[in-house]
């Protein structure tokens, strides 16, 4: 497993300049200028750490712009249908990228010893335990388990005193 892996990082850069091979700067930018956007756009909306922000950029980004030039690689000399191809290929990259960012995150929750959720897992599970605390609260107010508390004189159906 781990000679796969050295292998495959050892060809990374000739698989670069495959996919950029005849493709101007100018192109370039155009191709890859939107995939970098999404992934600041998606780093800037993670919630959590540094780290979170980081992963959740990084893998949307490198994911979207590899499914873009390896969609546009595709459609050969046919501009408009790279163009199609480079489209296509970075929305399905952009999900590629979310799904190892996802896990990327998990992974790192739990070696930080965390329960191994992504930082939308974590707010999530936040937030329902804060509202499980508020409708405790509430219910326990509305129904006079609280001592002290004026509600318990009040009738709901009007809000005024029960007279």
């Known amino acids: 497993m ?5 292998h495959a990082l050892k060809a990374g850069p000739k698989a ?6 005849g493709i101007g700067p100018g192109e370039m930018a155009l191709r890859v200028g939107p995939d970098i956007a999404f992934g600041i756009a998606a780093a800037a909306q993670t919630p959590g750490d540094f780290g979170d922000k980081l992963i959740a950029g990084g893998t ?3 994911g979207g712009i590899t499914g873009g030039l390896l ?9 408009i249908l790279s163009n199609i191809l480079d489209m296509g290929g970075s929305y399905a990259g952009d999900f590629g990228g ?13 070696m930080m010893g965390g ?5 939308w897992e974590r707010m999530s599970a936040e937030q329902q335990a ?10 326990l107010t509305q129904y006079g388990l609280i001592p ?3 509600e318990q004189y009040a009738d709901p159906s009007t809000g005024y005193g029960v007279a």
């Not at 979310?98 to 739990?110: P, W």
């Open 2 to 6: 781990l000679r796969f892996a050295g």
């Open 16 to 21: 670069v300049q495959w996919l950029t091979k």
């Open 60 to 62: 949307q980004s490198l």
């Open 71 to 79: 969609g546009g690689k595709l459609g050969g000399k046919n501009q």
């Open 98 to 110: 979310m799904m190892i960012g996802d896990n990327a995150q998990r992974l790192k929750d739990k």
């Open 115 to 119: 329960e191994g959720l992504t930082a």
């Open 130 to 139: 804060q509202y499980a605390q508020e409708l405790e609260q509430q219910i």
């Open 148 to 150: 002290g508390t004026r």
